[in-house]
């Protein structure tokens, strides 16, 4: 496989997947991983899209874990989304991955709609205008709601998702009341919440969310998920999520 430059292949240690980064763009973090944990649940034979996919984690982390059938990694950034496909490739895995170069927004007029079984995204966390900006174009798209704000991310997942599909979600804290507010506004009901803290007395860094389309309500909240022991080193819980030894 031929590199660009700045290009570099990391071994994913997982069924000897390996993926495409750019040291100097946006590279996938422990958020994608945590996610790909949390959705590995999805049915077998299931069709899963992922709405923002940015380097292809998700879709080759979900290619390992699940049984499912097919994976569709949606990225608006045309440079990004070449580097996810390439992943594909590498990994030989054209017939289950498939990368499309397009807008979250527009997915309404490519697919029919209840169409997949289960949805997976970790979008940009923080509202336009907010933060730092990062000067960085690709880091800026990636981290802010600049091309689509969270509402949109969760109405094109009503229209996607077959009835009792799942929509699987990681995102901050402090816009969980928003993300609630906007699941309920489009029938896709909140079933599962897992905070990640970093350590045991620190506030929770990222929410897990789970929600099942037209589904009952009955909101579980899961045990939290802590990242690092007293000693600052990994729990066991992410060695075992990471699948290494200790």
Known sequence: MELKENERIDDLELNNLKIIQNKNGFCFGMDSVLLSDFAKNVKSNAKVIDLG?????????????????????????KEVANMASRSVLLNN?????????????????????????????NPPYKKENTGITNIDEKKLISRHEV???????????????????????????ERLVDILYFMRKYKIEPKEIRF??????????????KGVKNGKAFLKFRENLYIYNEDGKYTDEIFKIYGKEK
């Open 53 to 77: 996919t940015g380097t292809g984690i998700l879709p080759i982390l979900l290619s390992a874990k699940t049984k499912a059938s097919q994976i569709v990694g949606i990225e608006i950034q």
């Open 93 to 121: 895995l054209q017939d289950k991955i498939e990368i499309v170069c397009e807008d979250i927004k527009n997915l309404k007029n490519i697919y029919e709609t209840n169409s997949f079984d289960a949805i997976v995204t």
């Open 147 to 173: 091309l689509a704000k969270l509402e949109d991310y969760i109405n094109i997942s009503n229209k996607l998702l077959k009835d009792k599909g799942e929509f699987y979600m990681i995102h901050r804290p």
């Open 196 to 209: 990640i803290y970093s350590h045991i007395n620190d506030a929770p860094k990222m929410v897990l969310i």
